[in-house]
Structure formats: C-alpha cells, structure tokens
C-alpha cells in the first residue's frame, strides 16, 4: 500500500480550501492500493471532511491532545477531531517538537487517545542536521520510537522527516532515506508492530523527486507539505504513487 498525505500546516483560508479541493478532486482517481490523505488546519477540518471524505480521502488533525475534554485552552480533543470528520491525525511533527515544547512522553499518550478514538495516528520523527552532523540519527530515531514500547502495537502510520529536509528544498538523498526506514523497520518489529506499518517519507517531497523515492523499497509514499498546497502537483504525487 502506498500513502500520500498533504499537510497543510498553518495555510489556507475557507475559500481556498474550496478551491484547492475543486480543482483536486477534478484530478484525483481513487485507486486501490493507495491512500490519499489531507492534514488542513482545525478551522478547516469539516469543510474538507464535508469535500473530499466521501471521495475516498482520509482527513487528519495536525495535532490532537490526550485528554477527551477539560480545561485546556487552544487544544483540540481526539474526539472533536472525529467529530469534524477526520479519521486520523498527525503527531510528533518537527515543528511541534520544536515550537510547542511536544515531548515523547505527552506523544505516547496521544498516541493511546487517538486508538481509543478510532482515529490514525501518523508518527512523525526525524533528526536535526545537527544531531545528523554528529552521526545521531539512528540513535535520535531509535529514542523516538521507544514510546511504542509504553503504548504497545496498533494502528499506525509513521513518517521519517528530517528536519533539516523540511521546507528547506534539501531532499534527503536516496542512501540516506534507505537506512533510516529500514533502521525504523527494524526498531518498529522489536516493539512488535505489524510488518506492514507504512513509513512515509517527508521533506521537501515534489513530483520531480517522488519517483526515486519511491524505488526505495521501504518508502511507502509521502507526507508532503510546501508542494500539497497546490492541487494539481498533489494529485500527480499520488498518482505516481500508483
Ligand atoms: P515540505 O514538503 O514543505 O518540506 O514539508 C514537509 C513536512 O513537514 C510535511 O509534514
């Protein structure tokens, strides 16, 4: 299975949103085998639920918090996440980490909210350039998935980001993104994950440099950010994911 997600990090307005998922939907086929996701912002989630869930499209919050309910101002609840339609969301993403204090402990919890919600969690990790620099990356991802040994096996969708690769232009190169997932792989197996976890690879993703990602045998697609905003290069990242 090959899985192509767009996060639309903290863009677009509802009239955009409309418009990006007109024109989408005018170029997407939905085909079995590969599963297209879009990650909008919270202010957006029913409206793209609404466009494109019933055409075969999962839709993710960007972030959920582990409590149901309380007093958490400007959090977003599992469960409201469902309630606007969405069927999975995304947790740990670099820019969490780092701009909002996402720590691993705070990320296995979500993780346990999420399946008791029904919903996906899509797993992001990734080294910085400097723990790359100081040959830390399998050790930084191997730490990252060591929260899957306090939540156990489930449902799950993980993808490598390196952070120095997002929004930077710099694609990770072929070697690189091939010993990372299968470092993951391995890592995933001995906390007992099902061996057909997909492992998404993220950064810098457009459709000129898909395709050699996606020889990589480990590669099972991409959560894709700068170029997903635009809808006809979104709809041709899937459909080379076919
Ligand atoms: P870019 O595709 O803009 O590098 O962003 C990747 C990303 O962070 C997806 O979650």
Redesign the pocket.
């Known amino acids: 299975m090959h899985c192509v997600v767009a ?1 639309w990090k903290m863009n677009l307005t509802s009239d955009e949103a409309r418009i990006f998922c007109e024109e989408f939907l005018g170029r997407f086929v939905p085909e079995a085998g590969i599963e297209a996701g879009i990650a909008p912002p919270f202010t957006l989630l029913r409206q793209v639920s609404d466009l494109v869930g019933t055409k075969g499209v999962r839709v993710f919050g960007q972030n959920g918090h582990a409590e149901a309910k309380g007093a958490f101002t400007g959090e977003v609840s599992m469960p409201q996440l469902k309630d606007a339609g969405c069927s999975g969301v995304l947790l740990g ?3 969490r980490r780092q701009f909002f204090g996402e720590t691993d402990a705070a990320l296995a919890k979500k993780i346990m909210a999420a399946w008791q919600w029904d919903l996906l969690p899509l797993l ?1 990790i990734g080294e910085s350039l400097e723990q790359r620099d100081a040959g830390q990356t399998l050790a930084v991802l191997g730490q990252q998935l060591s929260i899957l040994a306090e939540t156990g096996p489930g449902p799950l969708w993980v ?1 490598y ?1 390196p952070v120095w ?4 232009g710099r694609r990770a190169e072929a070697p690189q993104v091939r010993e990372a997932h299968a470092f993951i792989r391995a890592e995933m197996l001995r906390h007992g994950a099902d061996t057909d976890v997909p492992i998404l690879y ?4 457009t459709p000129e440099s898909f395709p050699e990602l996606l020889a990589i045998p480990e590669v099972a697609g991409g ?6 905003l635009d809808p006809l290069k979104f709809a041709e990242l899937i459909k080379q994911a076919g």
């Open positions: 996060n993403h670099s820019e992001c993808a980001e690769a997002i929004g930077t993220g950064g810098s993703v959560l894709v950010g700068g170029a997903s």
